[in-house]
């Protein structure tokens, strides 16, 4: 996250760590030629998720987006992950494409 292209967010609470965000900004390229602001990492510990700490976080990653020029916000989640992707789609995220994988023999 180092330089002006990255960013990590704390939550605290009684001056204790209890939630991050991690993200970064990436210019287009010719497959993509869109700025994409991407939340590379996000966590709130149990007992503060129901405080409204992530909504808190996306909001201000969401406005850093938007001072850094980003045209679309990218994330991943693994798709058993449903409470995260619920999360996400509050947040304004919609399905963009599926990822598949299967071991090898």
Not at 1 to 27: F, N, P, Q, W
Not at 89 to 101: A, I, N, T, V, W
């Amino acid at each position: 996250m180092a330089g002006d292209r990255g960013l990590c967010l704390v939550a605290r609470s009684a001056g204790e760590i209890v939630g991050y965000l991690a993200g970064y900004v990436k210019d287009g390229t010719s497959l993509r030629p869109v700025k994409v602001a991407e939340l590379e990492s996000m966590y709130v510990r149990g007992e503060y998720r129901a405080l409204g700490l992530g909504g808190r976080l996306m909001e201000r990653f969401m406005q850093w987006a938007g001072v850094q020029e980003a045209e679309r916000v990218s994330v991943t989640a693994y798709a058993a992950n449903s409470r995260a992707i619920r999360f996400h789609e509050r947040s304004g995220f919609q399905p963009k494409s599926l990822s598949l994988e299967a071991a090898v023999d």
